[in-house]
């Protein structure tokens, strides 16, 4: 019995160490900027890393990370020091990450936290067939609800939260629909964005709203997606 212990281990240990591991496939993009962070970086499932450029105007290629216990770490791509975290429901196994920051970066930090709370990632079901056909994605990143205006469909948004949107149906004879998005600011809404997009059904646009730490103004950022 001994003797079987030993070999018992060596096949038991790396089930163990899998168990509440496993792969997910993802798509990153950081509106407005990463700051200094060109990229991050992201253990897979076969054990290596990889790095993911951190773009504000195009969504990076597929790469699938490793979950475990359903969060997903990332390090910084210079420093290799932890950077932010990506929690997300059971069963979700296509997502896209959106990098934003929201405060100074140390108010929320506790004792022996490892990651940065200046970087904040919202978790989106990328799952195919999840985007209406000629519509596409919103998403408020601000402390406070955001309201979308895409034609003539409205809708607000809760903090740190997205919505899927169809394509309007009122357009004019380019094919051009009005996009607002107004921020709360206490008992009044604020205007962050107003302009037309060309709605078509191959195109798909992701319109996300986020702090601008600098001035501190809420931005939008409209990124065209592959399709």
Not at 23 to 51: F, I, K, M, N, T
Not at 54 to 71: F, H, P, Q
Not at 151 to 178: H, I, L, W, Y
Request: aromatic share 6%; charged share 25%.
């Amino acid at each position: 019995m001994r003797a079987i212990l030993p070999i018992l281990m060596l096949v038991l240990t790396p089930i163990i160490q899998a168990a509440g591991s496993r792969p997910v496939s993802c798509r990153l993009l950081a509106p407005g900027g990463a700051g200094g962070a060109a990229s991050v970086v992201v253990q897979q499932d076969d054990g290596g890393e990889a790095a993911i450029p951190l773009s504000s105007n195009t969504v990076s290629r597929e790469v699938t990370c490793l979950a475990k216990d359903n969060v997903i770490r990332f390090l910084s791509g210079s420093e290799n020091s932890p950077v932010a975290e990506a929690m997300f429901p059971d069963g979700m196994k296509s997502v896209l990450l959106i990098f934003y920051r929201q405060g100074s970066g140390n108010e929320d930090a506790v004792e022996g936290e490892s990651v940065n709370p200046e970087w904040k990632v919202l978790v989106v079901d990328d799952s195919a067939g999840r985007y209406p056909k000629g519509g596409g994605l919103i998403a408020n990143c601000n402390p406070t609800e955001a309201r979308y205006s895409v034609g003539s469909k409205q809708e607000v948004v809760p903090s740190c939260d997205s919505r899927t949107f169809g394509m309007p149906e009122v357009r004019d004879e380019f094919n051009m629909a009005s996009v607002k998005v107004e921020v709360r600011d206490g008992e009044h809404w604020k205007l962050a964005s107003e302009s037309s997009l060309r709605f078509l059904p191959g195109i798909r646009y992701m319109i996300i709203s986020y702090p601008d730490l600098r001035s501190g103004r809420s931005r939008v950022e409209i990124v065209r997606d592959n399709i």
